[in-house]
């Protein structure tokens, strides 16, 4: 979201290690220069993917492990929120229209 560079900034400045949801920053050069003040902090910077704590994302990686659903070569899933986010949040957030 727009809000995340300076946010990421302002930690690394207070020498907090940070995790940012995606996208880290809006352009290219914003997201170079959140990893760049996070290394001249000394700070790690972390591009999260919340569905990795997913439980339906859980459920199917664990499936796997276990060998529940064979060999797979390769897995296309589709998961949404529910309920979905306001829209006053996705007019700014960001992305595709």
């Known amino acids: ?5 300076a946010l ?6 207070y ?5 940012v949801e995606k996208p880290v920053a809006m352009t290219v050069g914003e997201i170079r220069a959140a ?3 996070c290394r001249e902090h000394g ?11 997913d439980a339906a994302y859980e459920a199917v990686s664990d499936a796997v492990a ?16 529910h309920p979905a986010p306001p829209a006053a949040f996705l007019e ?6």
């Open 1 to 5: 979201t727009p809000a995340h560079a």
């Open 66 to 81: 276990r060998g529940d659903v064979g060999d797979p070569l390769s897995i296309r899933a589709v998961f949404r929120d």
């Open 92 to 97: 700014c957030a960001g992305g595709d229209p």
């Open 43 to 53: 700070v790690h910077l972390a591009c999260a993917f919340q569905r990795r704590a």
């Open 8 to 13: 990421v900034e302002t930690a690394a400045r």
């Open 35 to 37: 990893y760049d003040v």
């Open 15 to 19: 020498g907090a290690h940070v995790a």
